[in-house]
């Protein structure tokens, strides 16, 4: 049965509404299939409004690989402004894709991708507008399967209630295997409804549902025990690895916006996974192990997507790109090939140790300089230690004067303030490394036109790192710092109007910590908060700490736990977490070593090039670390296509309806 569009009466409200551009669709690469033409239809949504969504890399591959399998189809919704949202519900509109307009609550399966936990409230939103229950307990197999994926759902409880299923790890392949599933279900009747679909999922041992595992808790509010309640579900849910980067190269073909995005560039991936050990970061530790794309890849993929694109500028993307173990080799290659083109590259993420003079001189051979950004993370050289980040302040001021000396002019350095044994002397200390890289930098460029911004934002421990034990500084702690900070950098008068200085205050901070070490008892302060009016969670001029704060109160009121016990509660080893079911492959009593390290200041080499250090990924999870060199160069590519020549839709089929 065909799907009517909602075009024609979302189109009479857009005049209405901010932005109107970002609810149209038809962007270059979109795809749009015939309803008919699929047996498994997915909504993809990233959580947030259009221009924070469309450049996110997983949506866009997972778009691509699902609409490239002739039996599925996939399209894309993102959050509705408020003013919007207004309207639709004055005027019955549903939740739509932008691809086609067709209604979410007519696709099978709708996967949520939360990069952040602050878009809960925003999907809460969708489900709402789109006619789906709240609560997944609600559902009938009238309904999509509400799936979440993304960093935050290593640990889904908070949401729980709301989610039908959660994916683990890379999404490739498990969408894949998600739509055989549903696929087969569907051809064979329906059989046993919706729950024996969830069943079907769950017993695949790599798709998360949570009605089937039940919760027990201790008098004083701690979790007993999390167990499944149904014969063949497993006691524990295993992330997805992909092991071979270049049998994926997505995406192949990427999205180019409408609308002004937060990234006006295309965006290759060219490594995943970081065995840094940088204790503070979610990231690095579940993406583990490391896998590289070859330069070949990565090259071809270059050229393809600026041929299907027409952006002039390529960020190379990883979690720290200069750790390549051939980034050389492919910034001069890139370099090279596009030479007197307008083709800039960028390293969107660059490790103060790994930036050197000739991957600088490769970034500025067409004469651009995009922005610099390093990541110190901790203020003094203690900090740095206690969080395993292994750089010297010299090695900062080393980097920094390359940078400078090789013609850039400001420099964006980022901070964390609220780290585990963290005093105000510690984020004082910033102010002196800033003004070092001032004073570094007037000296090398001969030049007092020299910034560093300072950017700090407040730590909040998270899931599956050795810091997910640790007491979450209060806010107002926080501010306090941050004050003292701000007031140190003003009171320079040689350096002090050199350096931009950028914070955001401890409360947002504060809500996240309570939304990313939560249990399902938070998903009461979710809704509550919600239906209180909040929305956009991550956007400062319509976050609201007092609201969340209320709803915590109302909500947590008969259980034994307050917003206090989620976040700034340090945790003891034998405690169960919420999230010990799910398996992110490192093993819990070395991140309690590791903890342990942390507050001695003993610091972890890289594994990549060090000895194993039994993290218990590569051996629990069957996967291993992969770096070259692999001895490939750029050389003997095809000739560049003529600009515009190779501009093509992926796929223009009609829409129906």
Known sequence: MSVESVFPQLEALLPLVTKPVQYVGGELNAVTKPWDSASVRWALMYPDAYEVGIPNQGVQILYEVLNERPDALAERTYAVWPDLERLMREHGVPQFTVDSHRPVGAFDLLGVSFSTELGYTNMLTALDLAGVPLHAADRDETHPVVVAGGHAAFNPEPIADFVDAAVLGDGEQAVLTISDVVAAWKDEGRPGGREELLLRLARTGGVYVPRFYDVDYLPDGRIARVAPNRPGVPWRVSKHTVMDLDEWPYPKAPLVPLAESIHERMSVEIFRGCTRGCRFCQAGMITRPVRERSAVTIAEMVDNGLARTGYEEVGLLSLSSADHSEIGVVAKGLADRYEGTETGLSLPSTRVDAFNIELANELTRNGRRSGLTFA?????????????????????????ATAYGNGWRQVKLYFMCGLPTETDEDVLQIAEVARRVIETGRSVSGSKDIRCTVSIGGFVPKPHTPFQWAAQLDHETTDARLRKLRDAIRADRQYGKA??????????????????????????????VWREGARFDGWSEHFSFDAWMAAAEHALADVPVDVDWFTTREREHTEVLPWDHLDSGLDKDWL?????????????????????????????????????????????????????AGLVAASAGPVDG
């Open 376 to 400: 110190p993370e901790g203020g003094s050289e203690r900090m740095r230690r206690v969080i395993n980040k292994m750089v010297t302040e010299e090695d900062l001021i080393r980097t920094v």
């Open 499 to 528: 350096i931009g200085f950028r914070y955001h205050d401890g409360k947002p901070g504060i809500v996240e910590g309570l939304l990313s070490r939560g249990d399902r008892r938070v998903g009461r302060v979710i809704e509550r």
């Open 592 to 644: 309690w070593e590791d903890w342990q390290d942390s507050l001695d200041e003993v610091g972890v080499e890289d594994c990549r090039w060090t000895p194993c250090f039994d993290c218990g990924v590569c051996d629990q999870m069957g996967t291993e670390i992969q770096v070259g060199p692999t001895g490939a160069t750029l050389l003997g590519m095809p000739a560049l296509p003529l600009r515009g």
